[in-house]
């Protein structure tokens, strides 16, 4: 902690649902969506933390397993045991679904739709940029607001490696520095000094796993809006802000 900035009371985790390449765009499912996921740190360390370790004891034994979305829904790796006992999996996803809608927390993501982006301009950003931007001005008004200003946020991300991490650094960085700002809006990211942290999957955060939960959902929702989405609805009251941009 430096004594200019003291540390914030928030801690904010990030994570991706689909991939931000251009050049071949899954017909599927041509989303980009980027979900941050805001959370006061007495009530992480509090209850948030403490009731997603006991729900992996009750079904593992252990607190070792990682939330993964996409092995969920594939019922592959530790979710197998989803496969073949009813009772069990009735049990497991309302005891999440029970989870996510009682954990504390504020949402703001971006949705990229890569179909109309590419429709639309000749030579598109980054959907990765383009969404980073859009999270990072609604998490800037939504800290702003509960009087963070002058305060260290830090923003942590699931390493993707060396070289995919100094290149979202860098871009995280060039926001923070007001040197992304387009259209209309300018708003001035130096009045909170975010620092971008990068956490490998085997740390086993349960901060990156809440946000790797509602990334999906959130794409779906705008993907397709009148398919039935549960996992949508309890996260809805949740979300300060979406941005689904073209």
């Known amino acids: 902690?430096?004594?200019?900035?003291?540390?914030?009371?928030?801690?904010?985790?990030?994570?991706?649902?689909?991939?931000?390449?251009?050049?071949?765009?899954?017909?599927?499912?041509?989303?980009?969506?980027?979900?941050?996921?805001?959370?006061?740190?007495?009530?992480?360390?509090?209850?948030?933390?403490?009731?997603?370790?006991?729900?992996?004891?009750?079904?593992?034994?252990?607190?070792?397993?990682?939330?993964?979305?996409?092995?969920?829904?594939?019922?592959?790796?530790?979710?197998?045991?989803?496969?073949?006992?009813?009772?069990?999996?009735?049990?497991?996803?309302?005891?999440?679904?029970?989870?996510?809608?009682?954990t504390a927390m504020t949402i703001v993501a971006s949705v990229i739709d890569k179909v109309k982006l590419k429709a639309k301009y000749a030579h598109p950003s980054n959907p990765y940029e383009i969404a980073l931007l859009f999270c990072m001005e609604r998490l800037l008004a939504q800290?702003?607001?509960?009087?963070?200003?002058?305060?260290?946020?830090?923003?942590?991300?699931?390493?993707?490696?060396?070289?995919?991490?100094?290149?979202l650094e860098l871009e995280f960085r060039r926001i923070c520095a007001n040197q992304r700002n387009w259209g209309y809006k300018q708003p001035d990211f130096t009045k909170i000094r975010f620092e971008p942290f990068f956490v490998k999957k085997a740390a086993n955060a349960t901060g990156l796993q809440l946000s790797d939960l509602t990334a999906r959902p959130i794409a779906l929702h705008y993907l397709r809006p009148d398919q039935a989405n549960r996992a949508y609805e309890i996260i809805e009251t949740k979300l300060a802000g979406v941005k689904c941009f073209p």
């Open 143 to 167: 800290l702003v607001g509960l009087k963070q200003a002058g305060r260290t946020v830090h923003v942590l991300f699931e390493s993707r490696g060396k070289q995919e991490d100094a290149d």
């Open 1 to 102: 902690m430096t004594e200019a900035f003291p540390f914030s009371d928030y801690i904010v985790f990030a994570d991706e649902s689909g991939d931000h390449g251009m050049d071949k765009i899954d017909a599927d499912f041509p989303m980009f969506a980027l979900s941050f996921c805001m959370i006061e740190k007495a009530a992480y360390v509090g209850s948030v933390v403490p009731a997603f370790q006991q729900f992996k004891f009750d079904f593992w034994g252990h607190d070792g397993v990682v939330l993964h979305e996409h092995e969920i829904r594939k019922r592959k790796g530790p979710f197998t045991l989803l496969l073949t006992n009813p009772e069990l999996r009735t049990s497991f996803y309302d005891r999440l679904n029970g989870l996510m809608a009682d």
